[in-house]
């Protein structure tokens, strides 16, 4: 079982950014690939980011390459959503999420685990 908590989230002006966190209770973290969804009102729930177990791969949906990154510290059971940049486009809720496994996954029906997603809204 692993417990995801996110936080970082806020109200911030277009062109701002933002470092979402995710703090994993597993003493297993280094072992699940981590990945970031959003989902924003009346849409489904999408793809933003993931980061490879050994933190050596990353994968990147093209609305945010070049503005997000994504990071992750298996000492600390923690992985972050550096998010610069920021657009109307990106308001949505922002989920962390963890998949076992040996690959990564762009599908949130392939990740085992969730957290309660954290609120991000950029105003224009």
């Known amino acids: 079982q692993v417990q995801l908590v996110e936080s970082g989230g806020g109200l911030v002006q277009a062109g701002d950014s933002l470092r979402l966190s995710c703090a994993a209770s597993?003493?297993?973290?280094?072992?699940?690939?981590m990945g970031w969804f959003r989902q924003a009102p009346g849409k489904e729930r999408k793809f933003v980011a993931a980061?490879?177990?050994?933190?050596?791969?990353?994968l990147y949906a093209d609305s945010v390459q070049g503005r997000f990154t994504i990071s992750r510290d298996n000492a600390k059971n923690t992985v972050w959503l550096q998010m610069n940049g920021l657009k109307p486009e990106d308001t949505a809720v922002y989920y962390c999420?963890?998949?076992?496994?040996?690959?990564?996954?762009?599908?949130?029906?392939?990740?085992?685990?969730w957290g309660q997603g954290t609120q991000v809204t950029v105003s224009s």
């Open positions: 999420a963890a998949k076992s496994g040996e690959i990564m996954s762009l599908s949130a029906i392939q990740y085992d685990y």
């Open positions: 597993a003493r297993t973290f280094s072992s699940y690939h």
């Open positions: 980061v490879h177990w050994s933190g050596g791969s990353t």
